[in-house]
């Protein structure tokens, strides 16, 4: 068992665990049908020899080089390897359309570019005979995976990143408009990920899987960075359609998850009449959880609840790509339920006037890439970073977050609804996978509700109902009276300004393939309410 360890960046943190752990088990990859593990003396080897090709092909100190690959083995060697060299990682999410990735390319000045070439990264097995390095400035390919791997040199001849220096430039997720680029430093990356580690009671014999991509900085700090301080085992899902398959095989002992997981595994325990059933969702997953973490957006109740009952309790976590990115995290002893958690130790939170939530300290980004207003218009001359989130403090310190600042809906006659809360309400019936509340300058609160599939299936079975197509489910009187008297029953204890009055049925739901999801899975509610402006127009007429 390997103690922690310290360091000012990510790679003196990774060139410290490779001298100490070497030989040792560090990440498990699928190949060939099989998973398979190497060492930590194999990933030293690939980022010495990856980073010694970046020199000798001419990637300098500074220089952008975009990381364009799902998760996978050469995701982690590349990250390390550019900052061995002294440059900028520019992680992008592979689901981004060409337009928006040129957009982003063309943003942050990217010099080069990792890419795959396959037609299906997944089909491949994670194959590396598709990833090249490619010069962006000329157009030209300038090396296979194969060959990048070939030089060698020692790690300890790379020099250590100065803290200040900038590490990342992360693109959020874009919730609203166009995605800005996040300005991290080594340093910001080093202190989240320590401090995280120190909150948290995690060992080094723990077994982490990880399916959230390391694009997004939820997954790159919770589980890449913390497993290298940590020197435990990382093991990397092949999808997200195999996670319970993957959680079966590599029975890991810790998971990061976002709600929108949490919430179809609560469903399929559910579903499966099992709720009350020790050990059901344990066995789903593989026997040996030790602790879920959650974070990315707000975790339904009932499933933290179904969570709970089955003696596999979620820990939340807050925080945003601006800030490293965590602020607040519980752990398996300190916690509160329905909070996020309390501040990581030498993190600053407070709450502002008007219910925001700010917060200070080394996690805090450098700034937006190219972007001094927006910038200037959310870090304060005294360090505070505004999250646009609302919340509160409680008498011990625990943060509850209540909805998004620029999300609240007020109404006509003026009254303030944080949608977030009611639509965690809705999501709790089994009959609705999601729900989006609309009702910004209107009279009342309206809908779209996205059933769930094979729960209103079996219940037109069970009522025994003459229905011959989707469009004919979605319309048929039995139907319809059944949601509007589970809405009603949901939030009876609502007062009267957040009750839905009028709710219409998706025949489709809101998934990151057609754009109205962010990658970590949190709705994107203006475009959405932009595609679906027919159906919302028609509840208000």
């Given at each position: 068992m390997s103690a922690p360890i310290h360091g000012d960046s990510i790679f003196e943190l990774f060139v410290r665990r490779a001298m100490i752990s070497g030989e040792t088990p560090a990440l498990w990859t699928f190949e060939q049908g099989e998973f398979r593990s190497?060492?930590?003396?194999?990933?030293?080897?690939?980022?010495?020899?990856?980073?010694?090709?970046?020199?000798?092909l001419g990637v300098s100190p500074g220089d952008r080089v975009a990381v364009e690959l799902p998760n996978c083995h050469e995701w982690i060697i590349a990250d390390l390897a550019i900052a061995a060299v002294g440059?900028?990682?520019?992680?992008?999410?592979?689901?981004?359309?060409?337009?928006?990735?040129?957009r982003l390319l063309e943003h942050c000045g990217a010099k080069y570019s990792l890419r795959s070439f396959g037609e299906d990264w997944e089909e491949s097995g994670s194959t590396t005979e598709d990833v090249s390095l490619v010069d962006l400035v000329d157009q030209t390919e300038l090396e296979s995976w194969d060959f990048l791997t070939v030089?060698?040199?020692?790690?300890?001849?790379?020099?250590?990143?100065?803290?200040?220096?900038?590490?990342?430039?992360?693109?959020?997720?874009?919730?609203?408009?166009?995605?800005?680029?996040?300005?991290?430093?080594?340093?910001?990356?080093?202190?989240?990920?320590?401090?995280?580690v120190e909150a948290f009671d995690d060992s080094s014999e723990d077994r982490r899987l990880t399916f959230l991509p390391f694009s997004h900085l939820y997954a790159r700090t919770c589980d890449l960075y913390t497993w290298i301080i940590l020197g435990n085992e990382l093991v990397l899902a092949r999808?997200?359609?195999?996670?319970?398959?993957?959680?079966?095989?590599?029975?890991?002992?810790?998971?990061?998850?976002?709600?929108?997981?949490?919430?179809?595994?609560?469903?399929?325990?559910?579903?499966?009449?099992k709720i009350e059933e020790p050990g059901t969702l344990q066995k789903m997953l593989g026997g040996r959880i030790k602790m879920f973490a959650s974070g990315g957006a707000a975790l339904a109740d009932y499933a933290a609840d179904i969570f709970a009952k089955q003696d596999s309790p979620i820990r939340n976590g807050y925080g945003l790509s601006e800030s490293a990115p965590v602020i607040t995290a519980s752990s398996r002893k300190i916690y509160r339920p329905r909070s996020v958690g309390r501040a990581l130790p030498g993190v600053e939170v407070r709450i502002?006037?008007?219910?925001?939530?700010?917060?200070?300290?080394?996690?805090?980004?450098?700034?937006?890439?190219?972007?001094?207003?927006?910038?200037?218009?959310?870090?304060?001359?005294?360090?505070?970073?505004?999250?646009?989130?609302?919340?509160?403090?409680?008498?011990?310190n625990f943060?509850?977050?209540?909805?998004?600042?620029?999300?609240?809906?007020?109404?006509?006659?003026?009254?303030?609804?944080?949608?977030?809360?009611?639509?965690?309400?809705?999501?709790?019936?089994?009959?609705?996978?999601?729900?989006?509340?609309?009702?910004?300058?209107?009279?009342?609160?309206?809908a779209l509700i996205v059933p769930e599939p094979d729960v209103l299936r079996e219940f037109i079975r069970l009522e025994r109902l003459w229905v011959f197509s989707k469009r004919g489910a979605l319309r048929h009187r039995k139907?319809?009276?059944?949601?509007?008297?589970?809405?009603?029953?949901?939030?009876?204890?609502?007062?009267?300004?957040?009750?839905?009055?009028?709710?219409?049925?998706?025949?489709?739901?809101?998934?990151?393939?057609?754009?109205?999801?962010?990658?970590?899975?949190?709705?994107?509610?203006?475009?959405?309410?932009?595609?679906?402006?027919?159906?919302?127009?028609?509840?208000?007429?």
């Open positions: 190497c060492t930590w003396d194999d990933l030293a080897a690939d980022v010495a020899a990856v980073a010694a090709s970046f020199r000798r440059a900028v990682s520019v992680p992008l999410h592979v689901s981004y359309r060409t337009e928006e990735r040129l030089d060698a040199a020692p790690l300890t001849e790379f020099s250590l990143p100065r803290p200040d220096d900038l590490a990342t430039i992360v693109y959020t997720s874009g919730t609203t408009g166009h995605p800005k680029g996040v300005m991290l430093s080594h340093g910001n990356l080093a202190f989240d990920a320590l401090a995280l999808s997200r359609e195999t996670i319970l398959d993957d959680c079966k095989l590599m029975r890991p002992t810790l998971i990061n998850g976002v709600p929108y997981f949490y919430q179809k595994v609560a469903d399929a325990v559910r579903a499966q009449g502002a006037d008007d219910g925001e939530v700010l917060t200070r300290g080394p996690h805090v980004m450098q700034g937006y890439y190219h972007d001094e207003a927006a910038t200037a218009a959310v870090i304060d001359e005294q360090g505070w970073l505004q999250t646009g989130d609302l919340g509160h403090l409680d008498e011990d943060l509850f977050i209540t909805g998004r600042k620029k999300e609240l809906i007020v109404t006509a006659t003026g009254k303030k609804v944080a949608p977030a809360q009611i639509e965690s309400v809705l999501a709790s019936d089994p009959l609705i996978a999601q729900a989006i509340v609309i009702g910004e300058g209107r009279n009342f609160l309206t139907v319809l009276a059944t949601y509007r008297e589970r809405i009603d029953r949901l939030l009876a204890d609502h007062p009267k300004h957040e009750q839905i009055a009028r709710f219409t049925l998706m025949g489709r739901g809101f998934t990151p393939d057609s754009g109205e999801m962010t990658p970590k899975l949190s709705l994107r509610r203006d475009l959405i309410q932009r595609n679906c402006a027919a159906e919302i127009e028609a509840m208000y007429r």
